[in-house]
């Protein structure tokens, strides 16, 4: 594993006067092809899954049925991401690019963009983008058309199956997989759901080519990526990175010079203690990230850094399944319990147990990843849970 | 209320009565009157088709969905970690100085109400708060206070 130096890129945010001329080139071209190229890029999906797009292309073209549907999650909600709501402000001509060459690719006549209530302010000039685009489709003889649907409030309609049951009018509650979204999604039709960057980089791909694009990153972490950094920085924002850099190198750009901490991948993502940035990528081959990097410096209590975070899971567990909507509250009740010296520090390591169950039994990655926060800074910041 | 029953009437006209037409029909009905209420949730049933339980299972699912009476502009100040780290329980205590209510709460003139959110996605520029659709950010106890006048004039 031979980690990357860390190079900032300018692929999604540069000028986009490109993207029709891309649909252009890339309409000709044949859709075996194009996933041939888009697995052949490495590209993994970039809200923080990591699935091959090439792959959920191929089983969605192959799913039988003549209606298919391309949906762009816009639902960003993990805390400490907000790389989404700058692309979609700034170079939304190259979201719609992407969906409708994956429209092109598997079949598709109609897409989708679901968009966060919170980012509602977006929706007015999206929508004429997305008029513009729509007629650009026609205009190119592809029988596509994209239009707009909001979430309401629901971290949990992040994941991809209670996205569309949310769309289907039901309460956002994820479903069993399989079947998976690909040969059964909304309507019970073939879907592909991708992240808005993860179709901004299919669009890339497009124009540059996968060759060009293979040249960025390491072998398990293909391409570069929007990073959204927050917290006790020197500088904060979106900021485009190529994939597989040191924590080290990453603390030494963006932190405060007193980086005790640092969040990789947000509230469902992992704490890594100042011992270990050198040691750690960023990346599939050490700790991905849907994007959210958060800075703690010295001043911070990792205790109110986790009661956050089980807080917030807390409220967003849709209540289905009995490890994530009980696990949830119990872990709060008990760091706080071990706070108000009311249980011995022992009692963590059976709340750790707990985390654990919860990333076994529970249904879908929103009660699987409790654990990953909770265990890491429990391991890493004991002492501050506990005093 | 006819009035109701016409109005739902005429959402459903718009976005269709498949169970796919519920989401954008509560939505309108929150961008119109900030709330549903029973009535509004047994008339859409009636126009969709469902029970009226289906309907407010799905719509109390959602945080932005309210189901009972809020004020009209519902103050959502963000909670999560990094606005918490960028002070905003001072901006909390300023606005409820300011309304004179607590979190949770709506203002006699039933003009505002106040709650907490989870992270809105302004984590570099925080404090962060939502007015209704509108995104204020970089917080300061002052700046919260000066736009909350602002509303308080409209």
Redesign the interface.
Known sequence: MEATKLRRVDFVFRPDNTSIDVLRKTLKRDADDIILELIDSGLKGRGGAGFLTGLKWKLAKEAAGDIKYVICNAD???????KD?EILDRVPRRVLTGMAICAHTIGAKEGFIYL??????LAHKLKAVMAEMNEEFKKLGLDFSVSL???????VCGEETALID???????EPRNKPPFPVTAGY?NKPTVVNNVETFVNCCIIANIGADEYKKFGTDNSRGFKLF?????CSK???FELELGMTLADFVEEFGDGDTKAVQVGG?SGFCVPRKKFKDTIIGFEGIPTGGSM?IFNST?SMY??LH??LE?FE??S?GQCTPCRVGCQQLIKGIEAVKRKEKPAGYLDELVKLAKVMKVASKCGLGQSVGNAFVSIVENFREEIVY | MANTEMFIRDLADKHGRRRESLMPILQEVIDARRYVDDEVMVNIAKELDLSAAEVYGTASFYSFIETEEVGHYVIRICKTIVCDMKGKDAIIEAIENTLKIKLGQTTPDKKFTFKTTNCLGWCHKGPAMLINDDVYSELTPEKAIEIIESYMHK
Do not use: H, I, Q, W
Not at chain 1, 116 to 121: G, I, N, S
């Open positions: 960003e909600g993990e805390p400490g991401t907000f709501r966060r209530a919170e980012y509602k302010f649907r909001y979430g309401s409030g629901a971290y949310s769309m289907e009018g039901r309460r956002g309507l959204s950094v927050s917290g006790d904060e924002g979106v509230a958060k911070r109110n850094v956050n975070y917030f409220e967003e849709c």
